[in-house]
């Protein structure tokens, strides 16, 4: 389980530092037949791409995924698939000024303290940019989940203090910030631009839903599917929270409210509420597994802020001039719940494939 | 990663069903060095005991934990450790009446449907029978932890509606049920002697609290601290959601509010607030590493309910008479959930070991 | 990769000392639905128990495997299969003379450089008693790839320079060592008395063979089926070599002479000749797949040798009053290849159904 | 322990096709604070590669290796080391004719069996191309290694029937075939010239010597050294065998001839003899750890060969025009047996830090 790896059967290896000379993802295990291509890659990287809308940082980087190996004939070999993405707009002279500061709410303090060196330019191997590997990934992990019909989606319910209303999942593409609620979508966007001119952040919640498993995928006892994904969530940057189904909610409900009720419905045995997320004793029952992740708000904000030095003395950040900053990171983080949760649903299905006989 | 397994370095493996022969677990990978006895495991498994207090489910046996290996004279070999405890009090007659029945909220739905078969003898495998093993092994873990000086508390903050005061974690033990805070417990027993009477259960939030890490430990990517916490905690049955730090709150906060400012004491680099939660990017800041874990309500309660047979038709499931029943799982989870906080951050600490030259 | 466990999907745990209360192994990842019980472990741990012939150590415990989980209603369930042997002759008493002194091609000098400690009653983990697991487990996967036609034999091709004639692998269990080669069986017997009278100990070959193994087992580059095999039987104690089909002799042959040609055979593709051993590029080729284990002399002798204390200082060595001496470990490591062939072939067999779409 | 990844905490992941874009390693888990840069690299590829020496395959390539991420003012910085080798000799166009015949002693065959599919390019993720991953990796091991004063040297000791003399390890680098005894390398390269001018191939058998190690890398039971050693060897391709220390010919040998004697020398715990191969109870004694790997021979041959198509019709194989033809691939894996001796041992050296507490 080494530490840039996700994943047991169908594994990922992400590399690469947010101002080096590229990132970049292998896959291992990916099962041979299945059609890939560069473009459905690259669309899964535009969705996250920076600079994609006002609400999210203006890198003006473009994505280009590069697949290196593991494609023969436009089908999945059985070799691991490289791919590659340059890092176009990665100028690090910005970031020398504050190089020796401690940035808070950043990792530059724990990597030093581990490591004993930081990679300041961007925030290294701490950045977001990381994720661009996991969206190139999961854009091969929806496709192999495509073949038996399993299909992801994730969406904004929460910025702030603004909900969405609950079931709104559809369409949301018509939202630059993935919210799925018209209503709800308008007053986030206006809570973003406020919040951007005062130079703050804010925080917010992204739902996945993942309709069309088979029951059967996940384990019991330590990698129950909800757990699988709670690691998968946590592992992304700048999460604080994770529920599956009825979540913290459940804390204050009655057995008997909680418990779905089992009936038949045209011969298949199903549930009449989803209140567990799909999921009971840690493996899926077929029904949609949904839950939420909960983003703290961006770190990097344009507000001065009292610190000290590496060395302890004290000191004020100051992002630096042109500097890019997210109001909300949950936003470009919604493909990335997504990627995560097929990265984590690929690996539930190939290994089910060893419970019986 | 199999799925009876937990950890890279400090490993462990747990076995056995609910009322079959024992339950058990096997350490892999605990240093040579640490002293050891049964009294301290037998001392953990205590705390975890059904029948320990009017609030939690009656079944009558004595956990007593056998070491089988890993142990020469009175510490710790490098050997594996396995550690056995019998099942004494485990009579399946009374699981036959309802063995063809769908039990709602239950496992034996998605066990049938992945494996072709399950122990229907009080849930088998996937009883919570099996975090007996989980505080065992624990509680070598946590024997580890204390040659650092890392403590680690896990304590009740809130059941039903019921919340303790924020802050309260020390004199638990004077709880029945786990709660630091005297007032509210008094409410939260009384809430859970109406709810049993009513033959119903609820739901609950277990928090943790680790003290005295050193930064460092966590690994930035995929294995977060954060995250192998948040795998951790969803592996406990019945869990639904976890937090760490500021937690779902963050969701409503400023960066300006949430980010913890960085100051000098006494020669230490350390934060004026810890909404991190003692992480940042992954990685131990040093300060406490505190969280939230929901417990969705018992799905066992004495409440007549319809479900299907395993064949599809309807049915009504009835607790077998003399059942056991515990109004609130939450309860009896607090030393589970303090188990696996130590098992994790055991691993973390072994795993930091190779961060330098 | 924990020290203790082997394989990754069909994976195993073991632990116990020799002289401890028991040893077992943990079984997780059988498929369920595999019909065992325990007279078939047993009658596999009766083939490689002390005292079964005077050319092995006279060691008069009775192995008797006890199932304690993972099996339901006769049938595997999916959940981890343990499995204990209670050590029943086990009076350490005999090794506390020589608890000090540096053991001849004994790991005692390496446990305590590496753990600070050694367990001195009958070499503790370090002991081939560990290998009773592996038989035990391996029963368990022999039965799995029957299910498949896969048969695995392994026997005494080689003791000292007393060579069987190649290809005597059937009727192996009427010789008292294992040895298909009636004519050569004898002559080893009577180097095995001449040995023993001596207080000497002697080296030999055992051969593996699996029949019946579809096509396709084993991973490219890393987890080639020929690399984890020889990983398999270079973690069996007193093994110095490994060779798979051709082996060794490859190095003085031609290509012309080593290539195995191509042909077809009712239907089926084939090759002429299996110098490759069953195995090309990693991957089986649905011929039988062989092999070779080379194991040194027992370093347990009758004979006094000159040592050192722990500490350095001169001492002589000698084997303690009524040891037990086994004139030539690959005898009863017969079972043990056997076992670990089978381990591995059962983990290649579910690694593979991830292999296509 | 995913197919294309070779080391638990010291873990490399190699990607890449014989003919296409390029071929790669990442290697996660590498401790921060490691001088490296290209150079170091590109040195050990050097040796590795094709057209060194008539005796070896004419590929024209200049392999270049380039550092994509995880060096920060050249040094390690704990992050994941991407390295990518562009194909620039990757002409496809010639293997089109024979892409639908089974390639005798190559893995066409069983690549087809288990994916479905095979990239008949130059062999494609089959090909020993891949070894030049394991250099460029196993060079960053070294380095490592070096800091710890570990040194590693490989080098031929048979082709044929012709054998080295015992103890040659020295100043191989003056033989065009690394034979470090000046006689037998003359030999060997005047029997490759008339193997070559047959349009045959041969075998051959590498040594390795592991000089400097602490005693106590290695685990016992399963990740024995040899055991981890093993594997490492056998997943490097056309091996067929693999020995420590005295190998198979412990087979003829006594136990009280076998046994290494412990005596003091210095102040230090050593042995007279180093029969054990450096390791003892899976575990590094201090002494040099050496053996042998054993090669067949190439099985790309010039001579015409019958075989049958992928649908089995009869067919003659003949190598293609102007095709690189190595006679002895021996000569070239010896860089690459270094290599994998460097990335097991760096693997074991980080594991080890968690022996004791």
């Given at each position: 389980m080494a530490s840039n790896s996700f994943g047991t059967l169908f594994r990922i290896t992400t590399w690469g530092e947010s101002h080096g000379k590229a990132v970049g993802v292998v896959i291992d295990g990916c099962p041979a037949g299945i059609s890939i291509d560069e473009e459905m890659i690259n669309n899964a990287l535009a969705l996250r791409a920076p600079g994609r809308s006002p609400y999210t940082s203006p890198r003006k980087e473009e994505d280009k995924a590069e697949i290196l190996s593991g494609v023969f004939e436009g089908k999945t070999s059985g070799a691991p698939i490289s791919i590659l993405i340059a890092n176009n707009d990665a100028d690090p002279s910005k970031y020398v000024p504050n190089k020796d500061l401690l940035k808070p709410g950043h990792a530059n303090f724990t990597y030093l303290e581990k490591y004993g060196a930081f990679d300041f330019r961007g925030g290294?191997?701490?950045?977001?940019?990381?994720t661009a590997c996991r969206v190139a990934a999961g854009a091969i992990a929806k496709q192999l989940l495509a073949t038996f019909n399993v299909t992801i989606d994730a969406y904004i319910v929460q910025i702030g203090s603004i909900t969405a209303k609950p079931?709104?999942?559809?369409?949301?593409?018509?939202s630059p910030i993935f919210c799925a609620d018209p209503d709800a979508s308008e007053r986030m966007t206006a809570l973003l631009e406020a919040t951007k001119a005062q130079g703050d952040s804010i925080g917010g919640i992204v739902e996945f839903y993942a309709a069309g498993l088979p029951a059967g995928l996940g384990d019991p006892v330590y990698n129950k599917l909800e757990a699988t994904l709670a690691y998968a969530m946590l592992s992304i940057p700048a999460t604080k929270g994770f529920e599956i189904g009825s979540g913290f909610a459940a804390a204050n409900m009655r057995g008997s409210e909680h418990n779905d009720r089992f009936f038949r419905q045209d011969e298949v045995i199903t549930t009449q509420t989803n209140n567990a997320g799909g999921i009971l004793g840690g493996i899926s029952t077929g029904l949609p597994v949904y839950g939420r992740v909960a983003f703290k708000p961006a770190?990097?904000?344009a507000i001065p802020q009292e610190t000290v030095t590496t060395t302890g003395s004290p000191a004020t950040f100051r992002l630096p001039e042109g500097s890019r900053h997210d109001p909300c990171v949950a936003i470009r983080a919604v493909p990335v719940v997504e990627a995560m949760v097929a990265l984590t649903l690929a690996d539930a299905l190939l290994l089910n494939r060893s419970a019986k006989i």
């Open positions: 290294g191997r701490a950045s977001a940019r990381e079931g709104c999942r559809k369409e949301r593409a018509r770190s990097s904000i």
